[in-house]
């Protein structure tokens, strides 16, 4: 349902057209229109880019979860597959993350992002441990017994 300007686009559009082109514009179409009018193929072009280009870089994992999919919107023929999907957000993922993963033969995309964060909550669970003892190691040097 189109409001304000939408609206007002869909009607004049509508009235250059048969009632038999209208009746028989095909979903594809029609979202076809949509796009071009109000998301233009330049800027579409650069989200796609934007995709393609993501990487979890200092991004926790669930943001960079939450990044693939948002982008992901913008270019669905190069992930039209689970497995092309898995691969991609693999690609992304911060090397030594990439490099456990990539050992693995996932079934899923799902799959394959359980295993993703099971791994990410282990390192940092390590790396507060490790930060913890090193604290208590440093509160004791120079300290006499």
Same mark, same amino acid.
């Given at each position: ?6 609206? /007002?686009?869909?009607?004049?559009? *509508? ?12 979903? #594809? ?7 071009d ?25 669930t ?13 669905? /023929?190069?992930?039209?597959? #689970? ?24 079934? *899923? ?7 993703? /964060? ?14 913890l ?13």
């Open positions: 349902m189109f409001i304000n300007d939408a609206s /007002h686009w869909w009607d004049s559009m *509508s009235q250059t057209r048969t009632t038999e082109q209208q009746l028989a514009i095909t979903w #594809e179409q029609f979202k076809e229109e949509v796009m009018k109000y998301f233009r193929q330049s800027l579409r072009d650069f989200k796609e880019n934007e995709f393609l280009q993501l990487k979890q870089g200092n991004m926790s994992l943001d960079y979860e939450q990044k693939f999919d948002q982008l992901l919107r913008y270019a669905p /023929h190069l992930v039209d597959t #689970e497995m092309k999907k898995t691969r991609r957000f693999e690609q992304g993922l911060n090397p030594n993350l990439n490099m456990i993963l990539m050992s693995h033969r996932f079934t *899923s995309y799902r799959e394959m992002l359980e295993r993703a /964060h099971a791994i990410w909550y282990q390192k940092a669970n390590a790396e507060q441990h490790r930060q003892y090193n604290q208590q190691d440093k509160g004791q040097i120079g300290k006499r017994k």
